[in-house]
Structure formats: C-alpha cells, structure tokens
C-alpha cells in the first residue's frame, strides 16, 4: 500500500473516531431514570461522596482511582452546569445514593459520556496500533470492527472500568510494539504509561505490562547480546515509571495504606470463592469460549481467529509474540478465577456482590449495620451478608419484604447476566415483588436482566 500523506494519517484517525463515537452517544441516557447496570451505582455514589465532601479520597478499593478521578471531573462539570441553570443550589444538593431509579438521570448522562468518550477513543488507538504492527488495512479492519462491535458499544454506554480499561491496555501494546521494532526509550514510556493507566483503572489490567518484557526479547533477538545491558535497564526504569503511574493515578494506595490493602484481599477473596460475576468454579474456561462465541467475538469473529491465529504464528511471528503476552497471561488469570486459596473464607465476588447489593431487599434485618427497619418495613427479612455496608430501601410493604414460603426453591447464590438491548425500557410493574418480577421477565422490552436471589430476598424490581 501506498505511504498516506499527513492529511490521511490525520484524517483515517479521525473518520475512524467519529464512526466510534456516534453509536456510543446514540441512546446514551437509555433506561433512564431506571438504572439497570447493578455496577454504576458502585461508582456513582463514590464519585457523589467525593465532590460533596471536596475530597480525593474515594475511601474504596475494589477499583482504583482513576476513573472516580475522571467521573468526578465530569461531575464538578455538571454541578456547575446545574448550578449556572438552577438545578442545583450546592453540591449537597447531589443525592448521595442510588439504587434501581435516580432522581438526577442528567448525572448519569454526563458520567456515561465520559466512558462513551474513551470507548470511542480506543478505535483509533487501535488503528495506529494495528498500522503499525502489520499495515493500515490490518488497522483500519481492526479499528472498525471494534467501532461497530455491538458488545463494546453496550458496554461503552455505561458508567463501569470495562471500557476506558481497553483504552489503557491499548496504549501500552503501542508502546510494547516500538520497543519490539526499535528498542527505544518512546516505546517504553508509552508502554509504561498505558500500563500504569490500565492498572490504575482495573488492577488485573496491569500484566499487560508483560508485553513490555515480551517486546524486549523480541528487540534482542535481532540486537544480539551488546544490546543486552541497555534494554535490560530501559525495561527496569520502564516497570518502575509504570508503578509510579498507577500510584499517581491511586495515591491514597499509600496515604491509606491500611484500607488499600484490606481492599485488595477483599477482592483476592472475590476471586477465590469461584462465584466470580457470570463465569463460577475452577478454571471456567469453558464458560469463557461460550461468552466469546455468543457476545464476545461472535462465531465469525471465533472462526476467523482460529483459521488465521496459526498463519499469524508462522508469518508475523513477533507480532504474535506481543499480541499474545498480554492476552494469554490476562485470560490465564481470569481462568484461574475459581481457585480455592487454602485458608480464605468462601465470599461474594466484587462484581457479584455489588449485583446482589443492587438487586435485593434486605433493609428488614435487625442486624447493627443496619438501622432500624423503616415504617412499614417487615421484619423479618434475613441477616445481611458481611458484605452489606449501607442500608437498601425498604419496600413500601410487608409482603414485600417478607421471605418466600419453604415451598419456594433456592435459586443459588447470587448472580447476574450480561444485560442486553432489546428496545425502549419497559413500564415497571406494580404489586407484589413475585408478581412483578414475573411480569418484568416476560416483558420482551427494556434491558433484560436476568437476576437470580438467594432464599429470603426479593427482586429490587418491585421497588
């Protein structure tokens, strides 16, 4: 192919990110004031507490830092957006938690941008990636296929890491392929930046770092030994830059060491209980091949990486080298999920426990982390998991609250599907909390989220 001009290397960039960008902002207040992603309220509260109290200490763990940093600039924005037009008179005017509706959906949508911004800005991240790695049909295929990939537009819609942590993990690839073809110090900043911005934004991200080392081997192959000393230390200071990175993106990681570290076996223990998020027990990698088949890659996109992975090896061998230092690693980890840890205590997974926090009603029980149960409020609800932190609210009835006859089976622990777009949200349902429930899950509209509750809870549908 011909060598673009400096228009084209701007413009194929450009055209791409716009092709990105437009379906992500395309119904991006979607449900709305429903929030139906168990996971965002997780963030949104956080970032709420945060500019309220005028502070950066988000005072949580289970993610690191950066994307509250990023939400709450956006929503200093919006506060002063709100205040300029009158909704708002101060911060504390900000409703400090959420549950299945907001009262202030034009939060959600500023917040929503920001994750729809960065999942945009991985396409044409992904073409440079890719024109360099191979040539810019490679990076323009790549590119657009990530632009118009339905799973990545779902999930750029909403207000989680998913999304932004692609961003970072890209950044670091683009950096890792410098250092494969030149060795140069650029490529090792790039990379470390991008891993430190990955780690900082979702602490398993942080083995991309590995293609780093895998570039450097690569870059020896052809260097020979005398180059040995030089790559060795640009590849020391490179690990160094990039935990520097993710401390200036996490501080409080070590100015609350205390609760950085209890947040960190809190979700060692997530992982170890193997009733991580959709994909539970040991070693689930069965559950993995189904979710790229279904959602992830789809059969075209499985099919095409099992015809052309094997040519890719034998033709482009450093290439695949890079590509797969970081996949396999991260993939292994994941796998690797349902693993029992000799002596940690069986617990929720972070994802999954956030989704039952989300989606129950237990705010009956007499237990002291909670307070008193609210007029109206049966008592007689189950007692909260040692997870429940902050009260849920109470149903506006007792028969609503109230645990399910004996007749009724236990469905399992909790947990909870990938939600899907299947059209305009539906009207939610009045009346008891199983009448509700069956009458949402047969609703062929709206976001079906398929949630399965311990014995004693009640769907937060009827809510």
């Known amino acids: 192919m011909r060598t673009p001009s400096r228009r084209d290397a701007w413009l194929a960039p450009l055209l791409i990110f716009a092709l990105a960008l437009a379906p992500r902002l395309w119904a991006l207040g979607w449900g709305l004031p429903y929030v139906e992603h168990p996971d965002e309220p997780a963030l949104v509260e956080t970032v709420v507490r945060m500019v309220r109290d005028g502070s950066l200490n988000p005072r949580t763990f289970l993610y690191p830092s950066l994307s509250y940093y990023l939400l709450a600039a956006a929503a200093r924005l919006h506060l002063a957006w709100g205040e300029s037009v009158g909704l708002y008179g101060s911060a504390q005017d900000l409703v400090a938690r959420t549950y299945t509706f907001t009262t202030q959906p034009q939060l959600y949508l500023w917040l929503r941008a920001v994750t729809a911004l960065l999942g945009a800005l991985t396409a044409p991240l992904l073409y440079l990636l890719g024109s360099q790695m191979f040539d810019r049909r490679a990076g323009l295929l790549a590119a657009a296929a990530l632009a118009l990939s339905r799973f990545h537009i779902e999930h750029s819609h909403y207000i989680t890491t998913d999304a932004p942590t692609g961003l970072w993990v890209t950044l670091a690839l683009l950096g890792a392929w410098d250092v494969a073809r030149r ?112 959602d992830g890659l789809m059969p075209a996109g499985c099919l095409l990486l099992l015809a052309g992975l094997p040519a890719l090896a034998r033709r482009r061998g450093a290439q695949t080298a890079v590509l797969l230092s970081a996949i396999l690693p991260m993939q292994l980890r994941r796998g690797s999920d349902g693993r029992r840890v000799a002596g940690s205590a069986p617990a929720r997974s972070g994802r999954s426990s956030s989704a039952s926090r989300r989606s129950s009603c237990s705010p009956c029980s007499s237990s002291p982390r909670r307070p008193p149960a609210r007029p109206g409020c049966s008592a007689t609800g189950p007692k909260p998991t040692a997870w429940s932190r902050s009260p849920r609210p109470c149903a506006p009835s007792p028969a609503a609250c109230s645990p399910p006859s004996s007749s009724t089976p236990s469905s399992g622990p909790a947990t909870r599907r990938s939600p899907r777009y299947r059209g305009s949200p539906p009207t939610r349902p009045t009346g008891t909390a199983p009448a509700a429930t069956a009458s949402w899950r047969s609703t062929p509209t709206g976001m079906a989220h398929r949630i399965r509750t311990p014995t004693g809870r009640c769907s937060a549908t009827a809510i």
């Open 183 to 294: 060795g140069s110090w650029r490529g090792y900043l790039i990379g470390a930046l991008g891993t430190g911005l990955a780690a900082g934004t979702k602490y398993n991200a942080g083995v991309v770092g590995l293609a780093l080392a895998a570039a450097a081997l690569v870059y020896l192959r052809d260097a020979g030994r005398p180059a040995i000393p030089r790559q060795a230390g640009r590849l020391m200071a490179a690990g160094l830059l990039s935990g520097l990175v993710f401390l200036i993106a996490t501080p409080y990681a070590i100015l609350d060491m205390p609760a950085f570290l209890g947040a960190l076996r809190f979700n060692a223990a997530h992982y170890a209980s193997g009733e991580h998020g959709d994909f539970t027990g040991a070693w689930p990698f069965g559950q993995y091949a189904a979710f790229y088949w279904a």
